[in-house]
Every structure is written in structure tokens, then in C-alpha cells.
């Protein structure tokens, strides 16, 4: 087999075990996808709609949220179809698409992580100066930015990782295409270029959290000189969480990358491929939005239009 043509499916092994478990792992996943869907979907429709909110911060987080579903549903859903019908195949076009959503999003949702550091140290440290440093033209392009660079990073990524050969053993030990367990069943001799750029991106993850660090260092030294204890706290209610996020998220993430390629993989690296796949989806609406004030305000808001008298009455009739 010369050519990567030739290969039309891939198996995705999952999580083996008794069916019972099986289910058991498939309700949880069903439960942890709609509560992101829910949540992220809130988050997108009260920022679009409440002018209140059509600040660079929740514009940040509106694009945030979007990626968040991209990145949950490019795995989720196909895991628990894959459950229920007994059958783990994937196409190879799939599994090419799969693979390059999850590091698309997953790349571009870290650099949006970055770029709201960054929009969190405008705020408190330079307060007089936020509207001129974050204007909209400013936020556009930042945003822009990630998308453009994660897309760029991701496409090179997944073309290089399925341009290698592939000879009998098409069975990925993941429940979705994850690249590094993709090079681990290839058949070429040499994946160098592959595992160069593999560090490359995991060099460039590191700055952007050095970013994130040196980005907090100055708020917490900003907040530390404020005189009132409620506004200390309500500062670091809002930052701390954040950093939690960004650790899990980038700690799982380069865990789960940066083992060694031939390694056999393990129950281990399951559990960490589910933590950066599904955890900051389901955590970032709650930590970002919904423990929000102006948030529930939003929320408040589009609820009482929602159940209008006038609304009530369509239904109604």
C-alpha cells in the first residue's frame, strides 16, 4: 500500500467494556453534550441580542461559545451514534474532517482563551484607555487572527498526518480521530515532519500561556491595589476560574499530544482525550457566562420577551 487512497475507513475503538458501561459512558456523554449545546447556545443569544452586552469581552466570549460547540460537536455526536449502533467505523473523509475540526477548534478556541487575557488586562490595568486599546476594529481583527491561525495551523496538521501510508491496521485507540493516534498506525517510515510540527504547536500553545500568565501577573498586582475587599474578590472570582480552564485545557491537551507517538495507548489517555474534547465546553458557560451578573441580566431580559403577553397569546392561538 503506497498511498493513502487505498484506505477507506478507519475503526475507532473507543472505550471497550461491558455493554452496561458502554451505556452507561454513552448517557453520560449525551448529558455533558446537550448541557454544552444549552449552555454555549444561551451565552451566543443573549450576547447577540442584548445591546448591553455588545462589548469586546462578550464578543470575545460569543466567539469562544461557537467554538465550543464546534469542538464538542465534531466528536460527540459520532461517538454515541457509534455506540448505540454496535458499529465503530468511520469514513476516511470523516475521519479527515473530524480530525481537522477538533484541531481547529481546539486551536483557535486557546488563542480566543489568549486574546480574552489579554482584553481582561485593558480593563483593570489600563481602565481610562480599554475603549481606544479594544476598539471594534481592534477585536474584529484579533478575532480574526485566532480563526485565521488556528485554521492555517490545523490544515497543515491534518494534511501532513493523512498524506502518510497506512498499511493493515486501520484501528485508531480513540473514540475519534485524534492525529496522534492516527501516526501511531501509520506505516511510514518516516513521520519526522509530523512530530516537528506537533512541537512546533505545542511551543506555540506554551507561549500563548506564558501570555495568559504574564497577562495575570498584572492583574493580580492591579487588583491587589484596589482599596475595596468586594471588588478584590469579585476580580479574582472572575480570573481564578479562568486560569483553572486555561491549565486543565492546555495540561490534558499536551498530555494527550506529546506522548510518545508509538506508545500503546491506554484507558489514561481516554479519559484525558474526553477532558479536553468535552470539559471546557461544559465548564466555560458557567464560569464566563452564566455566574455573570450582566449575564443573568440578559437572561432576565430575554426571558420576560420571550413570555410577553403578546407572546403568550400567539401560542395561545
Known amino acids: 500500500m503506497n498511498n493513502m487512497s487505498m484506505v477507506t475507513e478507519f475503526i475507532l475503538m473507543g472505550f471497550a467494556g461491558p455493554w452496561k458501561l458502554q451505556i452507561l459512558q454513552t448517557g453520560l456523554f449525551l448529558v455533558i453534550y446537550l448541557a454544552a449545546l444549552m449552555g454555549n447556545g444561551l451565552i451566543i443569544t443573549i450576547t447577540s441580542l442584548d445591546p448591553c ?54 486551536a483557535t ?8 487575557s489579554v482584553d481582561r488586562y485593558a480593563a483593570i490595568c489600563h481602565p481610562l484607555h480599554y475603549e481606544v486599546i479594544m476598539n471594534r476594529s481592534t477585536c474584529v481583527q484579533m478575532s480574526f487572527f485566532s480563526c485565521l491561525t488556528g485554521g492555517f495551523l490545523s490544515m497543515i496538521h491534518t494534511a501532513v498526518t493523512f498524506t502518510l501510508s497506512y498499511c493493515e491496521s486501520i484501528e485508531i485507540q480513540q473514540f475519534f ?98 477532558f479536553y474534547i468535552m470539559l471546557p465546553p461544559s465548564l466555560n458557560p458557567v464560569i464566563y457566562g452564566l455566574r455573570n451578573k450582566a449575564m443573568k441580566v440578559g437572561l432576565e431580559k430575554l426571558t420576560t420577551k420571550f413570555l410577553s403577553k403578546e407572546n403568550l397569546l400567539f401560542f395561545q392561538t
Not at 458499529?87 to 475521519?95: A, D, E, R
Open 53 to 106: 452586552l455588545h462589548t469586546p469581552m462578550y464578543f470575545f466570549l460569543r466567539n469562544l461559545s461557537l467554538f465550543d460547540i464546534c469542538l464538542i460537536s465534531a466528536v460527540v455526536p459520532k461517538s454515541i451514534v457509534n455506540s448505540l449502533t454496535h458499529s465503530n467505523y468511520i469514513s476516511f473523509l470523516g475521519c479527515v474532517t473530524q480530525a481537522f475540526l477538533v484541531a481547529f477548534s481546539a
Open 109 to 116: 478556541e486557546f488563542f480566543l482563551l489568549t486574546v480574552m
Open 177 to 274: 480521530c485524534d492525529i496522534s493516534q492516527v501516526l501511531a498506525i501509520s506505516c511510514s517510515e518516516n513521520i519526522t515532519a509530523e512530530i516537528v510540527f506537533i512541537l512546533i504547536s505545542a511551543i506555540l500553545d506554551i507561549c500563548c500561556f506564558i501570555c495568559i500568565i504574564i497577562s495575570y501577573t498584572y492583574i493580580f498586582s492591579t487588583v491587589r491595589k484596589i482599596p475595596s475587599t468586594e471588588g478584590q474578590s469579585k476580580a479574582y472570582s472572575t480570573c481564578i476560574p479562568h486560569l483553572v480552564v486555561v491549565v486543565l485545557f492546555l495540561s490534558t491537551a499536551l498530555a494527550a499530544y506529546l506522548k510518545p507517538i508509538l506508545a500503546s495507548a491506554s484507558f489514561t489517555d481516554l479519559i484525558l482525550s474526553a
